[in-house]
């Protein structure tokens, strides 16, 4: 394979270029040679990794767990990368079983609320904190931050 510009790099990973400076700031990636002029130049093994960071962070593995399981890769530790994904999944069934209580009690309180009538007796509202529509603030998740998407 020749070489790619950082472009065609992310073109074929099907991410951003700023998605790629942002991997070699964090170390995860880097070119395979640089031009005399400074351009990133990039081959097939710096593809597949690429490819492989955006896999794992399809199944939820943060950056610092991606940067792990590289070097278990290198090291060919296929037992600690098992126990690494084992310990994920524990995590994704803990998330699921988390988000599974909020989904009932939210069909609790939508099955509660007539849908009509004084906001002050409003189910929905009360079981937020019954500050009614003006004061209205949710509280964040466990584990998630209140100006998290």
Do not use: N, W
């Not at 074929?12 to 005399?36: H, N, W």
């Not at 710096?46 to 939820?60: C, K, M, N, P, V």
């Not at 906001?119 to 904190?129: F, H, N, Q, V």
């Amino acid at each position: 394979m020749e070489t790619l510009g950082i472009g065609a790099l992310a073109q074929r990973a099907g991410v951003r270029i700023d998605t790629v400076r942002y991997y070699e700031r964090s170390g995860l990636l880097a070119p395979k040679t640089r031009l005399q002029s400074g351009y990133r130049r990039y081959g097939a093994a710096e593809l597949a990794r690429l490819r492989f960071i955006r896999r794992a962070q399809t199944l939820g593995f943060s950056l610092k767990e991606i940067r792990d399981l590289l070097a278990l890769s290198k090291g060919r530790d296929v037992a600690r990368v098992k126990r690494a994904a084992q310990g994920k999944l524990a995590d994704v069934e803990q998330r699921i079983a988390a988000l599974q209580r909020v989904r009932d009690g939210l069909a609790t309180l939508i099955e509660a609320c007539p849908g009509h009538g004084d906001p002050t007796d409003c189910p929905i509202l009360k079981a937020l904190g019954g500050e009614g529509l003006d004061g209205l603030a949710p509280s964040p998740l466990p584990g998630r931050h209140a100006d998290a998407a």
